[in-house]
Structure formats: structure tokens, C-alpha cells
């Protein structure tokens, strides 16, 4: 009971962070800056811990974070050149000369994983800012928060439908060897429920934003997007604990384990998320 209570108070307190912070672009920045550096300083912690890897924990930290806040200085229109990655580029860079001089039994090891750290969550994080901020026709940038609030909304209306599902439902595996828990009835539940969520969306955003960004039917493909990509996200981390041998990426969130506990579905949703509307202004 306590721990439920303790899981619900952080919970609550996870959400409304979120919901915030989309209601101010420099908000979002400082969050989601703050947390790509704890889920990198996280990751490179964990990994540390097998036999023969030893990654530089610090520098990964600091040049996932300014990844992320150099792209979104780029999408926001702050900084009006790619100029400002070099500085990241050169860190990547030194992460693979300093190896040279380190004298580690295996450094490839400590390569594979620090790129992994870059690519796995600097990189995925880094695309809400492409999400955030759309150019107008007049060539103005305007933060839109809209997007990626209902890349969170969706993912957490799969996870809340897909635990109601599958309690009630679930018989048939999803995906056993990698996560026992989850059944394919409880994952159709959750997409059904983020499917009618799109569509509320779509009908009433014009209402609810003053804009009309996507159709009905687009708003239900981006559900679908999510909804698919997030539950790979989450089977991807499944996999990464299960292969280091470990229960849950961290404690600093109480009831809810980690960083990369609570952000993997959006760290394969983001950036499909990105894919898919791209890909709906080509056709």
C-alpha cells in the first residue's frame, strides 16, 4: 500500500512536470536538457558496472546536454547556424582519441557504449525540439507544444490501457523473452484507447489551439506511430536490464525506478514521431 501510494504521489508529480513545462519553450529546454544529462550520467553508470567498460561518465553527460540544447537553440532560430554543433562533434571526437592513452583492456567496449549513450538517448531527446518548433509560411519560427504534449499524452494512454487490457485480458505473449508481462491483448487495448484519444484530438484542436495542424486521420497516425514505436522503446530498455542483469536503470524517481525507466518509450517515439511527419509533408 505505501509503495502504491509512493509510485501514485510520483507519478503525479512525473505528469504534471511534463504538462508544465510545455506551457513555456524555456521551460521545456531546462527540463528535458536536465533529463537527457540524468538519463546519460544513468546509463553510463550502469554500464560502468560490466566487466571490462569503464566510459567516461562525465564527458558523455555534458555532451549529450549540449546536444540537446544546441538543437534546439538551431530549431528555435536562436542560433542561426550549424556551426554550434562543432563544438559536440569535436567532444565525439576526443571520446574516441582518449582511448588511445587510456590503456583499457577492451576499448572498443568503451567506444560502442558512448556512442550508444549519443545515440540511444542524446540523439532521441534531442528531436522534440524539431517536434516543438515549426516555421511558418512567413518564415517565422513559433514554439508549438501541442505535438509533443500528445506524443506523452499517447504513450502514457498505451501504457494505461495496455495494463487495464492486458489485467483483464492478456493470454497471449507479446514478447517473452524480453518482457514476460506484457500480452498482446493488453498492447491492442492501449492502441485502441491512444487511437480514440487522436481522434478527439483531431476533431477539436482547432478548438483547443486556435490551429489545425493535422487531419483526423493524420492525428490517428501519429497515434499509431506512438503506440507502436513507444512499446519497441520499452521492450529495446527491457532487453538492455535484462542483458545487464539488473531490475530497474535507477531509483531517483520513487516507485518508478529511473530515468530510462520512465522516458524509453519516447526515446524510439520522438524520433519516429519526427520520421512520420516529415514524411506527411512529401506526399
Known sequence: MKNLIVRSITGIFFVTAIVVCFMDDFAMEFLFALVTGLSVWEFCGLVNNVKGVQ??????????????????????????????????????????????????????????????????????????????????????????????LCVFIFLWANDTGA??????????????????GKSWEGSIGGGILVLAIAAGIGCYEQELTGNHLLSITQWMGLGLVVVVFGTWGDLVESLFKRTLGIKDSGNILPGHGGMLDRFDSSLMAMPTAVIYLYTLTLF
Not at 64 to 74: D, E, Q, S, T
Not at 86 to 109: D, H, M, Q, R
Open 55 to 148: 566510459v567516461n561518465r562525465f564527458i558523455n553527460t555534458v555532451a549529450a546536454v549540449y546536444f540537446f540544447l544546441a538543437m534546439g537553440g538551431f530549431c528555435n532560430g536562436m542560433v542561426q547556424t550549424g556551426a554550434v554543433f562543432i563544438p559536440y562533434l569535436l567532444t565525439v571526437v576526443y571520446l574516441l582519441i582518449s582511448e588511445l592513452y587510456t590503456k583499457a583492456a577492451n576499448p572498443v567496449n568503451n567506444w560502442a557504449y558512448s556512442m550508444l549513450a549519443q545515440m540511444y538517448i542524446a540523439l532521441p531527446f534531442s528531436t522534440i525540439n524539431i517536434l516543438a518548433f515549426n516555421a511558418t509560411s512567413d518564415g517565422q519560427i513559433v514554439f508549438n507544444y501541442i505535438v509533443p
Open 163 to 180: 495494463y487495464c487490457s492486458g489485467s483483464l485480458f492478456g493470454k497471449h505473449k507479446l514478447f517473452p523473452r524480453v518482457s514476460p
